[in-house]
Every structure is written in C-alpha cells, then in structure tokens.
Nanobody
Framework: QVQLVESGGGLVQPGGSLRLSCAAS????????MGWYRQAPGKERELVAV??????NYADSVKDRFTISRDNAKNTVYLQMNSLKPEDTAIYYC???????????WGQGTQVTVSS
C-alpha cells in the first residue's frame, strides 16, 4: 500500500509564492517518477511538472516560475511556485509511478487559490 499526503496549498495574492509538498509512505521506498498535475474548474487535468531520475519537465505555462524537486531520503516531492497568477488557481495533485508495476498513485489534492 502507498499513501501520498500533500500539504502547502492555500490562498495567495498574485505575484506571491507557495510551496507544495507530497510525502509518500508505504511499501515502495523510492519512486523513479514523481510529479504534479492540476485541475481548474471546468478544465481538463493538466500536467504541471515531473521529475524522473534527475530530469525535470514543466508545462510551458509554468516554466521559469515553478520548480520541482525531491528528497529521496524522505520520499517527498516538492513544487515551489513563484510569481503566481490567478490562472494558476486549481486543485494540485501529486502522483508517483511504481517502479516495477508502472501503477500510478495519486495524492488527495490540495487547493491553490491565487486572488487579490
């Protein structure tokens, strides 16, 4: 069993910053691929950022503003979000892909609201 627990969401003004965390616990000690999706009301889920074996990729909409990182010792992935815009408002979901099965595990989601 694997559980992903997210934290760090909230309300922030435009131009502000937030840092999301996602801690994985359970039977898998390390995931090769970890990342973040988001879903805004009325929109499809969008891949925001992914980190895998040292490589990172970002959606064009968040490049140069968001940074994904991980702490393998803590089995935790982070998303540092700077220069936030109202269009970043969404529920953010972390995910991890099981290294042997390819199964995708999901966090419960954390709300990020960017508004003045």
């Amino acid at each position: 069993q694997v559980q992903l627990v997210e934290s760090g969401g909230g309300l922030v003004q435009p131009g502000g910053s937030l840092r999301l965390s996602c801690a994985a616990s359970g039977t898998i000690l390390r995931f090769n691929t970890m990342g973040w999706y988001r879903q805004a009301p009325g929109k499809e889920r969008e891949l925001v950022a992914v980190i895998a074996t040292g490589n990172t990729n970002y959606a064009d909409s968040v490049k140069d503003r968001f940074t994904i990182s991980r702490d393998n010792a803590k089995n935790t992935v982070y998303l540092q979000m700077n220069s936030l815009k109202p269009e970043d408002t969404a529920i953010y979901y972390c995910y991890c892909i099981g290294p042997h099965t390819g199964y995708t595990y999901w966090g419960q989601g954390t709300q990020v609201t960017v508004s003045s």
